[in-house]
């Protein structure tokens, strides 16, 4: 790979460039740093946009309609669907390019699914990069549909500016989502498919569940959709835009970031150090031997082996 011809096509907003970009996010490819190094200063300008919820609920078809207005006002818009817990892109994503092929021609949007293949820090640490490249490619908006409702799907999701948690009736009870911290990232709840029995049950119960939180300064609305009828879609979008705007003005947006940049480095050098003490007790029998036979203790092994990694540096 020729990462300076790579970086020149990413800048320049190529769409091959950015393809192959964001493989070599998801091998966890050598050539990772200076792609890194290449395109960073000229990040930080896209909006990001998070949607969660449960395999089904309408993330895809939703993402699909937020294109659409995005289009309208001539913004360019990137989607990336996530799929954390599977190392290959499956059925689902596949039929997320279904649901938004009517923009696959579109030269202002970009359509991509990802699966984490090597990357060291598996993909909360893959999506952000990911992202950046769509953001030094021009991308205004980017959204990240993540599928599914654990943790490491929340992490996902909640890694943007404006994270969208996508329900529809009767599908993943309130309890469920409380358990995966969904309620503290969410700032914009969608009970799609509003066209079906139980919607307006299921947004009663997550008004009921938000109410017994605590106070925030941002109250995160209860939106209702159905997306095939469009209904609803204009009213998600004022959303959005208004928790932007919330955040821009109160200063929250930079907090967020920088918060999610730090700890994005920390998390980039804890795999990286965890690497190299792997390697130093690979390296080190007598040390393993020493564990082994009880001699040494858990912590003094570690102190060890952290001593062995930085005489090393
Ligand atoms: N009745 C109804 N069906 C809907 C609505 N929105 C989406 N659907 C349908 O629900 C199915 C799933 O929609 P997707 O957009 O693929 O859902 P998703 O959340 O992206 O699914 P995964 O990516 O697999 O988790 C499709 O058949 C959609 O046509 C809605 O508002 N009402
Ligand atoms: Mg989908």
Redesign the pocket.
């Known amino acids: 790979v020729d990462v300076t011809d790579l970086i020149r096509g990413v800048l320049a907003g190529e769409r091959r460039s950015v393809a192959r970009a964001i493989s070599l996010v998801e091998d966890g490819a050598p050539e990772l740093a200076a792609l890194s190094a290449g395109i960073f200063g000229r990040t930080g300008a896209a909006a990001t946009i998070g949607l969660t ?1 449960a ?7 939703l993402a699909g309609e937020l294109v659409r207005t995005v289009r309208l006002q001539e913004d360019r818009i990137a989607v990336l669907a996530v799929d954390p817990t599977s190392p290959f892109t499956g059925g ?1 994503l596949l ?2 390019r279904v ?1 938004m092929q009517e923009h696959a021609t579109d030269p202002g949007v970009f359509i991509r699914s990802m699966a984490t293949r090597g990357h060291l820090g598996g993909m909360a640490l893959a999506a952000p990069e990911a992202v950046r490249i769509l953001d030094a490619a021009g991308y205004g908006r980017v959204i990240v ?1 993540t ?1 599914g409702v654990g943790q490491a799907e929340v992490e996902v999701a909640a890694a943007t500016d404006t994270t969208v948690v ?1 329900l529809a009736p009767g599908a993943g009870d309130a309890v469920q989502m409380a358990k995966a911290g969904i309620l503290e990232v969410a700032d914009v709840f969608v009970v ?5 029995e139980g919607a307006g049950e299921t947004a009663r119960d997550v008004r009921q569940m938000l109410g017994m939180g605590p106070k925030r300064d941002w109250a995160p609305p209860v939106l209702m ?4 009828s469009k209904d609803g879609l204009g009213e998600l979008w004022a959303a959005i835009e208004a928790h932007r705007a919330h955040m821009a003005a109160t200063g929250g947006l930079e907090v967020r970031r920088w918060a999610r940049l730090r700890g994005e480095v920390e998390s980039l050098a804890a795999a990286r150090f965890r690497t190299r003490v792997s390697e130093a007790f690979d390296a080190a029998p007598a040390i393993a031997d020493d564990l082994a036979a009880r001699r040494v203790d858990p912590y003094r092994t570690a102190a060890i082996l952290e001593a062995t990694v930085a005489a090393g540096d």
């Open positions: 919820g395999p089904g609920v309408g993330k895809s078809t689902a039929g997320d649901r549909e599928v996508v799609n498919k509003g066209d079906r959709t159905t997306a095939p």
